[in-house]
């Protein structure tokens, strides 16, 4: 692609979307954004010269973003839907109305922002529904990124940092031993950026080579506000079912049921 080739990036307004809108506009695409309400989010970072376009998946997309874009970087993907079925139906829905528009429309090439999570194994509909995307995709022809724990100011990892510093008790949930590979939210778009550049197809993941096990992150991030962790272990399952019991009632707390299966499994 030429340096100047126009980019559209979904959920532009998101921490990682806005991230990569960001590099590259610094590398000398043009990003082009597409968000829910492009009135309520003028100031998606990095979006400064291909504009935001409305795109509330699946049903309501402008399809006026795919307009004579090279490349199409997939970063929306629904995560506080309510109901695990209708979380799957959007995300699934949403993707395939994304792939859809970018083959009409002549796309060179397609990025799936996927993740670690999504093992054979995995239980939440998170990781289950980016494995299911990554299902529709040709590897022969697309690029797929699966990065670990992003850490930056957003995101799970910001809430994360959040609740270790405020909650007097952090609760480790299945022993606290599972393994945590992390990655900054630069590399991550560095990497997406990269792989456009190169023409890069098929699946990559992307994290740091050695994991961190979940006790001790908590400890460091703990240690880096000058506070001393606390934990409190819980067993797994029943929080998970009273978890899924407030977010039924419409009530959002730090954590939700799907982080909660997503820890479970980490590798």
Known sequence: MTPDATVLVTGANGFLGAACCQRLEARGYRA?????????APDAAGVTSGGLFRGELPNTVDEAAFDRVSAVIHCAFATRVTGAATLSAANLAGSQRVLELSRAHGVERFVFISSLAA???????????????????????DLTLRPGMIMGRGGLFARMCQSVQTVPMV???YGGRQQLQTVWVDDVCDAIVN????????????????????????QEIAGLAGRRCRFVPLPGPPV????RLTERLGLRLPITSENLLGLKHMR
């Open 32 to 40: 082009r954004g597409l968000v829910r309400d492009p009135a309520s």
């Open 119 to 141: 093992t054979p194994e995995a239980e939440s509909t998170y990781a289950r529904s980016k494995r299911a995307v990554e299902g529709l995709l040709d590897p022969t022809r």
């Open 171 to 173: 609760p480790l949930f």
């Open 195 to 218: 792989g456009i550049d190169a023409g890069l197809t098929g699946a990559y993941g992307i994290a740091a080579p050695e994991p961190i096990d979940i006790r001790r992150f908590y």
């Open 240 to 243: 998970v079912a009273a978890l």
